[in-house]
């Protein structure tokens, strides 16, 4: 009786989707349909920033009666809270009274970002800002925008290559109350972009660089959600019932990402 013979490995099957071709009229086409989708969805975006605005003036009017609420709401946010360490930039925040953000006219996407302040012993303007300026290509100058105020260079916005960072000087009081002096930032040798010692918080305003993205951080996540922030609950992601047994067992502090504070209950 003769035995049927078995293979002796499974055959490789054929990718079905491994012959798939794109004809350039099609791409083409992918082009066309995907600036159609981001001109949709910058024009979303800066409508929202038009219906946002009055609502973000009602909270800047409540907001300014509590007590310390910007202060406490930047410090709940770890990566601003990384670059605040210092007891003294802690201090000199505590006189933060309003934070606010001016949308550039032509590119909302680029801002000037407003500390307000009450009377301190650290500078004597009561407004620090940190500018995001827009550098329009070449192309731009002869652009027509269209109803939305769109134009087709925006739609090809690089923030690397169309933003400026611009530096603004802190008028200090004195040199026992300047706290870049004091907690100056130094450049690390190996890393080019990044520095060695951030310092003070208050390099972010003095130096024009923003190698940590905070100001971006601040106008995109803390400033919309700065309820939140100050109330501590937004920010880190609560780790699921496996994640806070695993925790338990090796009680492991991450000293680079620190936990945010909730503000005491008066």
Same mark, same amino acid.
């Not at 802690?90 to 949308?103: K, M």
């Not at 004195?174 to 040798?189: F, G, V």
């Not at 003095?206 to 993205?213: G, K, P, Q, R, S």
């Given at each position: @009786?003769?035995?049927?013979?078995?293979?002796?490995?499974?055959?490789?099957?054929?990718?079905?989707?491994?012959?798939?071709?794109?004809?350039?009229?099609?791409?083409?086409?992918?082009?066309?349909?995907?600036?159609?989708?981001?001109?949709?969805? =910058?024009?979303?975006?800066?409508?929202?920033?038009?219906?946002?605005?009055?609502?973000?003036?009602?909270?800047?009017?409540?907001?300014?009666?509590?007590?310390?609420?910007?202060?406490?709401?930047?410090?709940?946010?770890?990566?601003?809270?990384?670059?605040?360490?210092?007891?003294?930039?802690?201090?000199?925040?505590?006189?933060?009274?309003?934070?606010?953000?001016?949308?550039?006219?032509?590119?909302?996407?680029?801002?000037?970002?407003?500390?307000?302040?009450?009377?301190?012993?650290?500078?004597?303007?009561?407004?620090?800002k940190k500018e995001y300026k827009y550098i329009p290509p070449p192309a731009a100058s002869s652009e027509q925008a269209d109803s939305d105020?769109?134009?087709?260079? @925006?739609?090809?916005?690089?923030?690397?290559?169309?933003?400026?960072?611009?530096?603004?000087?802190?008028?200090?009081?004195?040199?026992?109350?300047?706290?870049?002096?004091?907690?100056?930032?130094?450049?690390?040798?190996?890393?080019?972009?990044?520095?060695?010692?951030?310092?003070?918080?208050?390099?972010?305003?003095?130096?024009?660089?923003?190698?940590?993205?905070?100001?971006? @951080?601040?106008?995109?996540?803390?400033?919309?959600?700065?309820?939140?922030?100050? =109330?501590?609950?937004?920010?880190?992601?609560?780790?699921?019932?496996?994640?806070?047994?695993?925790?338990?067992?090796?009680?492991?502090?991450?000293?680079? !990402?620190?936990?945010?504070? !909730?503000?005491?209950?008066?």
């Amino acid at each position: @009786m003769s035995g049927v013979k078995r293979a002796s490995g499974a055959e490789e099957e054929k990718n079905p989707l491994g012959d798939v071709e794109l004809s350039d009229e099609d791409a083409q086409k992918l082009q066309i349909v995907q600036k159609d989708i981001a001109r949709a969805e =910058l024009a979303l975006e800066r409508r929202a920033q038009l219906q946002l605005t009055p609502v973000y003036e009602k909270r800047r009017s409540v907001v300014k009666a509590i007590p310390k609420f910007w202060p406490v709401a930047l410090m709940n946010n770890s990566l601003f809270a990384l670059h605040a360490t210092h007891t003294a930039d802690q201090v000199a925040l505590s006189f933060l009274e309003d934070l606010w953000i001016i949308r550039d006219s032509v590119e909302s996407r680029c801002f000037t970002l407003e500390f307000h302040f009450k009377e301190n012993p650290y500078f004597s303007k009561s407004v620090l800002k940190k500018e995001y300026k827009y550098i329009p290509p070449p192309a731009a100058s002869s652009e027509q925008a269209d109803s939305d105020g769109i134009t087709e260079s @925006m739609l090809d916005f690089s923030w690397e290559r169309d933003v400026e960072a611009q530096s603004f000087k802190i008028d200090w009081k004195d040199d026992a109350h300047n706290l870049t002096k004091l907690y100056p930032r130094s450049q690390d040798e190996d890393e080019e972009d990044l520095p060695a010692e951030s310092g003070s918080i208050f390099n972010f305003f003095e130096v024009a660089l923003d190698t940590f993205d905070l100001g971006v @951080m601040i106008a995109n996540d803390i400033f919309p959600e700065a309820i939140d922030y100050f =109330l501590g609950n937004a920010g880190e992601v609560e780790s699921d019932d496996e994640d806070s047994e695993d925790d338990e067992d090796e009680e492991e502090i991450d000293l680079e !990402k620190p936990r945010p504070k !909730k503000p005491r209950q008066k």
